[in-house]
C-alpha cells in the first residue's frame, strides 16, 4: 500500500516512458481478435522487457548522490560478504540490547502463557508474510502488474484503501470464536496487500531476497530485545510512533508538492521516507511485541479473548513497512554502482 501511496504518479510516468503497441495489451481489455503474426510473441517479450526498464528507470531518484565510500558488502567473494553481513548483524544486535535492553525482565523469564501467546502470533505473521508473497509472485507472473499500472492510479489508490482497510477492520472484529470467518478475512487481507505489493517483483529477486533477510534480520533482533526487556517498558511509546509515522507520510507525499527543481528538499524528504521510516516501523515492531505480551496477560486472567491473528496483523505491516524501504535502499545503492 506504501509503495503507491509514496508516488501515484510515477506509474503514469512509467506509461508515457514506454514505447508499447496497442497489440501487446490487446488480450487485457479486449475480446477475440485475428490471429497474430507470427513474430507477434517477439514483439510482447520486447515490450515486457521495454515496460520493465520504464518502471524501474521511473522510480530511480535522479536527485540522489553517489555515495562518498564503497558498500563492503557488495565486493569480495561469497565467504568476505557473509563475514561483513554476520558482523553487521551481530553488531546492531548488540548495540540494540545495550541501547534498549538494560533492564530485563524480573519475574526470572517468560511465563509458558505468554511464549505460547507470543509463539502463536509469530506463527501467523510468517504464515501472512508466506501468503502475502506467494500471491504477490503469481499474480505477477499472470501479468497482474502490468495491467494494475495501467489502471488509473487514483482509482487504484482508492480501491486498495478501501480494500486493506476494509478486511483488516473486518479480521479485528470477528470474534476469535468465529475462526472459519475471521481467517477468511484474514486471508482476504493478505491476497490484498499481494495484490498492491505484486509491481514489487518488477525488482531483481537478488535485491528481494536480500532486503527479505535484512527485514527478518531487524524485525528478530528488535523482537528479542521486547520480548526480553522488562514488562511494559516500551508501550509508552505509542504515542511518539503515531507522531512518527505521521511525519513519515508528509514526507512521502512530498514529491506531489513540491517542484522538481528543489533538489536538496526532495534528497531530504526522501531520506526522512526511508531512513526515518525504518526508525519508525522498527519501533513499532518493538512496541508490538510489547503490546503482545501485555494482551497475554490480560488474556490470562480473562480480561480479553486470545487473538493471535489481530497481533499478528500489527507484525505484517511494521514488516511489509521495513521491506518496502529495504527493497529502495538496496536498489539505490544498486543504481549508484552502476
Not at 13 to 20: F, G, N, R
Not at 105 to 126: K, V
Not at 139 to 153: E, K
Request: glycine letters at 10%; proline letters at 5%.
Amino acid at each position: 500500500m506504501a509503495f503507491l501511496m509514496r508516488r501515484p504518479f510515477a506509474v503514469t510516468c512509467a506509461l508515457k516512458q514506454t514505447p508499447i503497441t496497442a497489440s501487446a495489451f490487446r488480450a487485457f481489455h479486449q475480446g477475440p481478435v485475428q490471429k497474430a503474426p507470427a513474430n507477434f510473441s517477439n514483439k510482447f517479450a520486447s515490450s515486457r522487457a521495454t515496460f520493465r526498464s520504464a518502471f524501474q528507470s521511473t522510480f530511480r531518484r535522479n536527485y540522489q548522490q553517489p555515495a562518498a565510500f564503497p558498500n563492503p558488502t557488495a565486493q569480495g567473494n561469497l565467504t568476505q560478504r557473509l563475514l561483513y553481513g554476520g558482523a553487521i548483524f551481530g553488531g546492531t544486535l548488540l548495540a540494540i540490547n545495550l541501547v534498549f535492553n538494560r533492564e530485563t525482565r524480573e519475574d526470572g523469564g517468560m511465563p509458558p502463557f505468554e511464549r505460547s501467546y507470543l509463539n502463536d502470533t509469530f506463527l501467523h505473521t510468517g504464515l501472512g508474510i508466506g501468503i502475502i508473497g506467494i500471491a504477490a509472485r503469481a499474480l505477477h507472473a499472470n501479468g497482474w502488474s502490468y495491467r494494475l499500472m495501467a489502471a488509473n492510479p487514483w482509482l487504484i489508490l482508492g480501491i486498495g484503501l478501501v480494500g486493506s482497510i476494509g478486511t483488516m477492520m473486518g479480521t479485528r472484529m470477528c470474534p476469535p470464536e468465529n475462526y472459519v470467518a475471521k481467517y477468511a478475512l484474514w486471508t482476504a487481507f493478505n491476497l490484498t496487500q499481494a495484490a498492491l505489493l505484486s509491481p514489487l517483483m518488477f525488482y531483481n529477486p537478488a535485491i528481494l531476497a536480500r532486503a527479505g533477510l535484512y527485514t527478518v534480520g531487524l524485525m528478530g533482533s528488535i523482537a528479542f530485545v521486547g520480548a526480553t526487556a522488562k514488562q511494559e517498558k516500551y508501550l509508552y511509546i505509542g504515542g511518539p510512533l503515531l507522531a512518527g509515522v505521521a511525519v513519515v507520510a508528509l514526507s512521502g507525499l512530498a514529491p506531489l508538492v513540491l517542484p522538481v527543481t528543489a533538489t536538496r528538499t526532495l534528497m531530504f524528504t526522501e531520506n526522512l521516507w526511508l531512513y526515518g521510516g525504518l526508525v519508525v516501523f522498527g519501533g513499532f515492531t518493538l512496541y508490538d511485541v510489547q503490546k503482545v505480551l501485555h494482551h497475554a496477560r490480560l488474556s490470562e486472567r480473562g480480561l480479553i479473548k486470545r487473538d493471535p491473528v489481530n497481533e499478528a496483523i500489527s507484525l505484517e505491516l511494521d514488516f511489509i513497512n521495513i521491506f518496502i524501504r529495504m527493497v529502495q535502499i538496496l536498489a539505490m545503492q544498486q543504481n549508484r554502482r552502476k
